[in-house]
């Protein structure tokens, strides 16, 4: 035999903890370019909808003050930031759960 059965299983091991690391970097990668393009999407509609809606500087019934075309960008700016927090937070989120996941723990028991 070429290898003993504690470096067989040893090698399987290794090969079956590099397959799962690619495989999350891969969903990571998808999960980021999704991300990517739902705040390409959300950018493109709010700036159609700034640029050539019909939002004018009038009272609403509840008495606050519209969007008018002037504070456009700055709400694509915070909407687009606001986006950008919420994909980092579930990424670190993701990742954490990830450290501290049971299944981590199950080869330290042996």
Do not use: Q, W
Request: hydrophobic fraction near 40%; proline fraction near 1%; include cysteine.
């Amino acid at each position: 035999m070429k290898y003993s059965l504690d470096e067989s299983v040893t090698i399987v091991e290794n090969k079956i903890k590099s397959r799962k690391i690619r495989k999350l970097r891969r969903s990571i990668c998808s999960l980021c370019t999704l991300c990517a393009i739902l705040i390409g999407l959300a950018v493109f509609s709010l700036y159609n909808y700034i640029s050539f809606g019909e939002v004018g500087s009038s009272h609403s019934v509840y008495g606050t003050l519209m969007i008018s075309d002037e504070a456009g960008g700055y709400v694509l700016v915070g909407v687009v930031s606001f986006f950008a927090a919420v994909a980092a937070t579930l990424l670190c989120v993701y990742i954490r759960r990830r450290k501290h996941s049971p299944a981590d723990n199950s080869s330290d028991s042996e």
